[in-house]
């Protein structure tokens, strides 16, 4: 039973609610449209204000289903999707879990980057929360919402490096929109527990600062102690509203983002998917990787061509992954050659980042090497050299895995597993169909953005999408079933192990790397039964030890489906 007030809970069977006529259709959550019922139009003054016709969810998705047909472009079939969340969140979420494949890549990457880019032009209902610097007093008063009462997860960004695309200001707010969405239509996580923000700090992108409609604070970046101080006050806002929140960062730039997760993932039950989520699908879809080529992980050497806070973190789990196989952390360390925009990351170069450091090889190593200069070593050069098997890429470099470094790589081994994974599209180091091409095929391909299959003589090849959906809807169910006080290191490769588990691919096999997206859900309660059980290995979890996990998952998980609605009274 539910109030408009409490919106949906658990596994609900009737909604309740004052609200009649037109503000009740006008409630994105509560709207029915055509769905209800003659009684319902009755109880709560919706006749003349719908056509006559009493339809069925299944007769509206096909409606929408074919509108967005015609729709003629990918970024207006996601502004028809953004609308559609804002008009009716029961439908838009259904369109989605009957539709993942063909409506993830307009509801997120890589439609969202251009969503994210045109976002003032779009902006039409309030959805999420906009916390901008001059209103920094008024932080606590925003969160104090009565509609906000039901919330245990958190997406925030500070628009600063959306994507590929780089300083996005309010308009980064697009990213957090889509991440929930896909945390209840992928995950099943109740859409009222689920809160995007944007905080605004400005922007240093010049197009916004001088653009008329730009809905954000026109000023340059806050930066310093200035950002600090508001950080510490919005996460201290949230502690004191939420004390048991998730609270997910996402898309802050480089250094701020690895010293924003170090300062608090202590303090609060937090999160950061560009680091610690990318890392886990990587390192997850890696290990398939490696299984189909039956070569064991710890005989693999990695080039990571890029040391973002994306290549660190998936340095850092891989580092781990290695360790676990009996490697000494020197022994793992020697298989992952990291680049920054110089080239190989070696000892005595000025310009390292403090995550960088600890990843920069010694000089007298690659005094040994065959080269044609004296700078920091190329790709193709450590290719050769090292003899790579595995290339990943998170550099937005784009065409930065060129023939000449992939064919080498083909030379060293059978099947080279290699990695575009830089979004969106148009920022991937290399397309798959180049990437097959230049090895005849033998090329296990993983990439960030959805590309086309490619037609190999007799057969035909899927890319996999080494996509952050994989992981953390999963993994935010799994936090939020186990009540989990922390995530750990541990839980982010129970994650990682278990979307691994999930592949189709053996050794010697061309089966696809990864699971079919379109079981999205049945993917999702897999990883939070291993992330929830991996929380109470660790003692992080506030669920009793003898707790059912799966029927705790299907207690929890919420479906999208119209239920019968009841009257009350105002004074109710």
Partial sequence: MTTDSALLTHKPTVVRTHLCGQDLLLHPRLNKGTAFTFEERTAFRLHGLLPPHVGTLEEQRERRMKALAQQPTPFAKYTFMRDLEDSNEVLFYSLITHNVEELLPIVYTPAVGEGCQRFSEIWRKPRGLFISYPNRAMIERML??????????????????????????????????????????????????????????????????????????????????????????????????????????????????????????????????????????????????????????????FAMYGSGSAGVGISNMLLTALRQEGLSEAEARSRIYAFNRHGLIVEGDPSLRASQAPWARSRDEIALWKRSGDGQPSLLETVQNARITVLVGTSTQTGAFT?????????????????????????????????????????????????????????????????????????????????????????????????????????????????????????????????????????LAEIPPGANIEELIHEYVWDPVYLPYEKVDDFE
């Fill in 403 to 539: 023939e000449d470094v992939v064919r080498a790589m083909a030379q060293t081994i059978e099947r080279p597993v290699i990695f575009p994974l830089s979004n969106p599209t148009s920022k991937a180091e290399a397309a798959p169909a180049d990437l097959l091409r230049w090895t005849d095929g033998r090329a296990l391909v993983g990439t960030g953005s959805p590309f086309p299959p490619v037609e190999m003589g007799w057969r035909t090849v899927r890319t996999a999408q080494v996509n952050n959906s994989y992981i953390f809807p999963g993994l935010a169910l799994g936090i939020l079933v186990s009540q989990a006080r922390r995530v750990s290191d541990g839980m982010m490769m129970a994650a990682a192990r278990q979307l691994a588990a999930l592949s189709p691919a053996q050794c010697g096999s061309d089966s696809p790397l990864l699971p079919p997206i379109s079981e999205s859900r049945r993917i999702s309660a897999a990883i939070a039964h291993s992330v929830a059980e991996t929380a109470q290995a660790e003692g």
């Fill in 144 to 301: 104090s919402k009565p509609q906000f009462d039901h919330v245990r997860c958190i997406v925030v960004s500070d628009g600063e490096r959306i994507l590929g695309l780089g300083d996005q200001g309010a308009g980064g707010m697009g990213i957090p929109i889509g991440k929930m969405a896909l945390y209840t239509a992928l995950g099943g996580i109740p859409p009222d527990h689920c809160l995007p923000i944007l905080l605004d700090v400005g922007t240093d992108n010049q197009e916004l600062l001088h653009n008329p409609i730009y809905i954000g604070w026109q000023h340059p970046r806050i930066r310093g102690q200035e950002y600090d101080d508001f950080i510490e006050a919005f996460v201290t806002a949230v502690q004191n509203r939420w004390p048991h929140i998730l609270l997910q960062w996402e898309d802050f730039a480089g250094e701020n983002a690895l010293r924003l997760l170090d300062k608090y993932r202590d303090r609060l039950c937090t999160f950061n998917d560009d680091i610690q989520g990318t890392a886990a699908v990587t390192t997850g879809t890696l290990l398939a990787a490696v299984r189909a080529t039956c070569m064991p992980l710890q005989d693999h050497r």
